[in-house]
């Protein structure tokens, strides 16, 4: 088997040796698969660098993730992508870049492989279980690192990738669970929360919340058969990748709820988005074996299946967050999408009406954004909803969407 380690600016492996005192050591020959990268950060800056990487062409299975982050590093993501080789070589190139000046560099993402937080970290799934990666596959490395010191700041991320025995049998994967909501006010405190629908029975063996440097409290519960079970709790940001022990069993029809609490002490509303300075994040991201034996499909993995999406915390139904929407997309100067006022206005709305709401929201976008007057699935707002023939089009290609919406009750 190959022992593939990938350093500095090459995505292959015959192009690159091991530098010295490099920290974390790759796996030895046939054991896994390393992956490195290195940059730098000017004095006072914010940057997230991405590389490209093709892993070998055999099968890889990964029963466990060894990652170490140089100081500086705000959290470390490996993304695995629809490219192939041939694109890396003649398109996206090899080099590590900006990708925070250069969105397009994250080009391809299809589903997350590993996420880790500052420092070091060993994390495995159960004996019998593994992550899966086709021969070949492109995968990309994200770092976010800030820069806070007047000198440059020499960044490094390494990530090793240990091959499974050939005993395990189960599929295994990574939940990445994100609030796309937030909203602090200047001066002020907030909460947001999430819930997620989990399908099928899992075992959850080892993650990290994440927050940024105004969160506060994260809390993260199961729920069955409505009631709440404390997963685990961090105070602060930059909380350490740790395994579970025990691990977390979840019955198909769990779901995982997660909250976020800030401190905003400055004089700017903070709003959910990537920059660790200027923004916030809630998320919940987590290592899981299935116990049907496949993985999970990639929507259920991103929080995206029925019945999973932001619990607001107001008293705004679904017509009140529509109208809130409206109102403000009304008096904006440019399209917000998910910025300040669309935040906001579904945190306004109450705890039973946000998902349906969402629900209701994206089938629209998908089905009737001509006659709702939508710009695609890119836009929350729909100026023309109260249109006969944008109603017309949600009654028929929406109903159930509907009904989930004139079901949910504000009343406390």
Known sequence: MLLFVVLGCSGRAEDQAPPAGSGLLPPPEGEGVQLAMRSTVEPGQERAFCQYFVLPEEELDIARFEHALSPGSHHTLLWETSLTAADVDSRVGQDPEDCGARPERREGITSIVYGGQPGAASVSYPEDAALRMKPGTVMLLDHHVINTTDKNLEAEVRLNLWRAEPTATRRAGILHFYDWAIHVPPRA???????CFVPEALTIVFGHSHMHDRGTLYRAHRVSDGVRTP?????????????????????????????????????????????????????????????????????????????????????????????????????????????????????EGCPDATIPFTELVLCRARHCALWCDLEGLESFTARGHADPACQSCVETQCAAARAGCDAASCQP
């Open 189 to 195: 405190t907030s909460k947001t929360e999430f819930r």
């Open 231 to 347: 997963m685990f709790e961090t105070r602060g940001p930059d909380s350490a990748t740790q395994q579970f022990a025990p691990p977390f069993e979840l019955e198909a029809g769990d779901a995982v709820e997660f909250e976020c609490h800030y401190e905003n002490p400055t004089e700017e509303a903070i709003v959910q988005g990537l920059s660790a300075r200027e923004n916030e994040m809630c998320s919940f991201t987590a290592g899981y074996a299935t116990t049907a034996g496949e993985r999970l499909p990639l929507l259920d993995e991103w929080c995206l299946s029925a019945g999973s999406g932001l619990v607001g915390g107001g008293e705004l139904g679904c017509a009140g967050i529509d109208a809130c929407l409206v109102a403000e997309a009304d008096a904006a100067t440019e399209p917000d999408v998910l910025g300040t006022s669309t935040q906001r206005c579904f945190l």
